[in-house]
Nanobody, 122 residues
Framework: QVQLVESGGGLVQAGGSVRLSCAASGSSFSIEAMRWYRQAPGKQRELVAVIGRAGGATYYTDFAKGRFTISREYAKNTVSLQMNSLKPEDTAVYYC???????????????WGQGTQVTVSS
């Protein structure tokens, strides 16, 4: 089993910044891609950003481009999301997601963190 624990959410004013972190713990595993998703009240969960394993290739959903930066520390199995120029519409619960490959497994297993609330006031 792998646990993903997020931290860093909170209340911030519009235009401000927040940095989210997610740490994976467990044994005998490696992590492929890591992602951040978010879910606002009454809306479906949506992808925010992705960072790959090899080379750290990244992908951002349009609303995140230019404002959010995803990064990763491979040795520590952590992923972060730096969010700048926040808007009230960024208010949501942010979830960390990881594609985990266990030793001897044929395919990855998807894991989710518990979520961390980010509230942006106007």
């Amino acid at each position: 089993q792998v646990q993903l624990v997020e931290s860093g959410g909170g209340l911030v004013q519009a235009g401000g910044s927040v940095r989210l972190s997610c740490a994976a713990s467990g044994s005998s595993f490696s992590i492929e891609a890591m992602r951040w998703y978010r879910q606002a009240p009454g809306k479906q969960r949506e992808l925010v950003a992705v960072i790959g394993r090899a080379g750290g290739a990244t992908y951002y959903t349009d609303f995140a481009k230019g404002r959010f930066t995803i990064s990763r520390e491979y040795a520590k199995n952590t992923v972060s999301l730096q969010m700048n120029s926040l808007k009230p519409e960024d208010t949501a619960v942010y979830y960390c997601n990881a594609e985990v490959m266990f030793s001897g497994a044929l395919r990855e297993t998807n894991y989710w963190g518990q979520g961390t609330q980010v509230t942006v006031s106007s």
